[in-house]
């Protein structure tokens, strides 16, 4: 596990130039998979006693699935 301040601070520099990206490009939307994967105070690399990372930084199967399934029902709109 890591706390939700670190793992946002690791972030920063990416999800800056993604806003960077999004806002030169219209249509472009940034979702935040973290809120999938962490609540206020840490980051988890498992959920319901399932490894949700196949290394530090990316997501095996179980973590995909979460992700990807959480970011369909939550942007349905996208999906059309």
Known sequence: ???SQISNEDA???INTLKQVAKERSGV???RERQYLC???VC???KEGKLLYRDTH???INGS???GSA??????????
């Open 58 to 60: 990316h997501l095996n």
């Open 29 to 31: 939307q940034i979702i």
């Open 12 to 14: 920063a520099p990416y």
């Open 71 to 80: 970011i369909v029902k939550d942007n349905q709109d996208l999906f059309k």
């Open 1 to 3: 596990d890591i706390s």
């Open 39 to 41: 609540n206020s105070n």
């Open 65 to 67: 699935r979460l992700v």
């Open 44 to 46: 988890s690399m498992e």
